[in-house]
């Protein structure tokens, strides 16, 4: 867990009716050519061309989005700006595969944030060789504590039930399309920005 307020704030600028959800999604793709590998996303009807796939983590098999400015590479993944007064549920599709063979994952979500908390992050895990993913966002706590929320699609055996843990829902299998279309609203927490934590 590390703060990202002064990365953000090198790579954008928010205005004040303005607010930012940094995706940052990653996925472990165990393999030596990673050039075959399918990892896109989109927001409703608007897709995203303006990125690359790097290795933002240490480890070489993980492979993650980043925004492209230009030359220039986000450090900390996707921001994505909207204006404060236009934040609605949204529908976040990725495809993830090799090549054409590829599944393409949809889920419902809705940001809440305000002037105040004007940030938030949604980290996306997929592990390539099992199917599995997850999602965590952060809530800072009145303590200053943070507490992590994860909405995932599959539990692990040997935990028990988290409070802040949710079993994403399956609502639509579309075969045609290899398409897989989840029920449960993911809502990432909001954040101060110099809260903000991936």
């Known amino acids: 867990m590390t703060h990202f307020s002064e990365i953000l704030k090198n790579e954008i600028q928010l205005s004040e009716d303005e607010c930012c959800i940094v995706f940052d999604f990653g996925c472990y793709f165990p393999y030596s050519n990673y050039n ?6 989109s927001l409703g009807m608007e897709e ?4 690359k796939i790097n290795n933002r983590y240490r480890n070489k098999y993980y492979q993650t989005i980043s925004k492209k400015y230009g030359r220039k590479v986000s450090k900390i993944g996707y921001p994505y700006v909207m204006k404060l007064n236009e934040q609605a549920p949204m529908l976040l599709s990725l495809k993830i ?3 054409d063979k590829y599944v393409t994952l ?3 979500i809705h940001t809440k944030m305000t002037k105040d908390k004007p940030v938030c ?7 390539f060789d099992k199917h599995k993913f997850y999602f965590i966002s952060y809530e800072k706590e009145k303590d200053h504590c943070y507490n992590q929320h994860l909405w995932s699609s599959y539990k692990a055996e ?3 039930n988290k409070p802040n843990e949710i079993i994403l829902n399956v609502s639509n299998i579309i075969d045609d399309s290899n398409t897989i279309v989840y ?3 993911i809502e990432p927490y909001e954040l101060a920005l110099q809260d903000l934590i991936l």
């Open 36 to 41: 075959g590998l399918t990892f896109d996303f």
């Open 48 to 51: 995203f061309k303006d990125y």
């Open 97 to 99: 595969g090799i090549k």
């Open 106 to 108: 949809v889920f419902p």
């Open 121 to 127: 992050t949604l980290k996306f895990h997929y592990v």
């Open 158 to 160: 040997d935990k028990i």
């Open 183 to 185: 029920e449960d609203i």
